[in-house]
């Protein structure tokens, strides 16, 4: 182990144990917004305590929520049943895109000034395709300095919707997904949302759905790029279920489920399962394709090592447009196979945390790997024997991307030590990690 500012781990060669999964950060956010905006009280279980799901409640707070943080994940939110009670605030988003975008959304709804900015990276993620619907019905939204990015004044609007709002798809789900979620708010008749182009990142849309379905507003879908939003019947649109329980997080869980592959396992990860909402549950089935040994429950996985009889990996070519998070683990995994690993739709990973296609590349030719980028692919190619790993003595740097620390972990199963520059950075969802993983590698 070492200082704050790197961790040096490994060489390890097993991974053997189970792993209690943190909330879903993309259901944690989500149930947050909609308990807010609902009538009644909602106890949220298992709720993810990490930097971006701190951001949203902090959030909420300053719109005048009562959130209460209790123990054991526990938090309970006073539904405001559609208007916040504070028609004026400047709120810190941090690097939330789960955050900034349907807050944004449900803000130009309010009819209030709000200001929403976020830390340097944020201010380089694009809000353009949102804030372009938004202002299809109304809503009258500046950039405060580049145009298409935050920091962003929301002012206030007179909403009023035509029956049709249209976004593009293909940068982001997020746009789709916030506009979903807010104008349920003030739909005087049914309105469509018309996705233009490509949907990428599609099963965050159904978390979305069934989400807002939970809540109690059916959204319904009569094309693939087409989705209903019923008309306002009562003044409170969202009414609590009461309590709802977060799944453990499936994009987290791949890197155990990982490890579980390339350290023999077996490794189990609780909290996710063949009935999960997530999308990126689907990195299982990705990781079968390469060759893992896996068996799973309702709300579990398990991956014992590999069949193949060479005991690694083998590489494999797929699309990840549906798992753009849990692809990153397939691309440190593919250090670990035989033949060449290519992730073929993952344009969104350029505008992530960071460039991630750019920084993933980069740090896995630190190793050693042979590496190959594109617009929107990478293809990844261990190094050709063991005695070709490097350990960079500068370490692998983690671009204040938490995916980069925790699917960098993974390479510390290859001959040697491996550090990793600011580890701290898993904090956005996932601030225990490394302490997870210490507890199941040898
Ligand atoms: O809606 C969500 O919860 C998310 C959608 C995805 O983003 P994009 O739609 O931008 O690909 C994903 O990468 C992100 O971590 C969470
Ligand atoms: C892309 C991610 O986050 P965000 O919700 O900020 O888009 C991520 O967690 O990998």
């Not at 977060?246 to 592959?261: H, T």
């Not at 396992?265 to 609780?270: A, D, F, I, N």
């Not at 009935?275 to 799973?296: E, N, Y």
Request: some cysteine; aromatic content about 6%; proline content about 5%.
């Amino acid at each position: 182990m070492g200082t704050l500012s790197d961790i040096t781990i490994g060489p390890f060669t097993r991974a053997q144990g189970s792993i209690d999964l943190p909330g879903s950060k993309s259901i944690s956010n989500r149930a947050l917004l909609l308990a807010a905006l609902s009538s009644g009280t909602t106890t949220l279980k298992n709720l993810l305590d990490a930097d971006d799901t701190q951001v949203m409640r902090n959030a909420l707070r300053q719109l005048g929520l009562a959130v209460e943080d209790q123990a054991n994940h526990i938090c309970v939110v006073q539904g405001c049943g559609g208007q916040f009670p504070v028609r004026s605030a400047d709120l810190f988003m941090g690097n939330a895109g789960t955050a900034i975008r349907p807050l944004t959304a449900a803000l130009a709804m309010q009819g209030g000034n709000y200001r929403l900015s976020g830390v340097a990276r944020m201010h380089e993620r694009p809000i353009r395709d949102l804030v372009d619907g938004l202002r299809q019905v109304g809503a009258d939204i500046a950039y405060e300095l580049e145009d298409g990015y935050p920091p962003i004044q929301i002012n206030a609007a007179h909403i009023q919707i035509n029956d049709v709002v249209k976004v593009r798809g293909d940068v982001s789900s997020q746009f789709l997904t916030a506009l979903l979620m807010a104008l349920p708010l003030v739909a005087k008749d049914p309105v469509r949302i018309q996705v233009i182009g490509e949907l990428i990142s599609r099963p965050y849309i159904e978390i979305t759905l069934k989400l807002m379905a939970r809540f109690g507003v059916a959204v319904d879908c009569p094309d693939a790029q087409s989705f209903i939003i019923p008309a306002k019947t009562s003044e409170s649109v969202y009414v609590s279920p009461g309590s709802l329980l977060v799944e453990g997080d499936a994009s987290s869980a791949s890197y155990f489920l990982a490890l579980g592959a390339i350290g023999d396992g077996p490794v189990r990860v609780l909290g996710v399962g063949s009935d999960s909402i997530q999308g990126d549950v689907a990195f299982a089935d990705a990781l079968v394709m390469m060759g893992a040994r896996i068996t799973a429950g309702e709300d579990w996985i398990e991956v014992s090592g590999v069949k193949n009889v060479s005991g690694r990996l083998n590489g494999i070519t797929i699309d990840c447009t549906e798992i753009p998070d849990a692809a990153m683990t397939l691309a440190v995994a593919a250090l670990f196979a035989d033949g060449p690993t290519r992730l073929n739709g993952i344009a969104s990973w350029r505008v992530k945390e960071t460039d991630r296609i750019a920084a993933m590349a980069k740090e896995l030719k630190k190793i050693g790997a042979h590496v190959e980028e594109g617009a929107d692919y990478i293809v990844v190619e261990a190094p050709k024997s063991r005695s070709d790993w490097q350990s960079p003595p500068e370490g692998i740097d983690t671009y204040d991307d938490h995916r980069m620390a925790m699917c960098f972990s993974l390479a510390a199963f290859g001959p040697h030590a491996l550090k990793i520059n600011d580890p701290n950075c898993v904090a956005k969802t996932f601030p225990t990690y490394f302490g997870e993983f210490a507890a199941i590698v040898s």
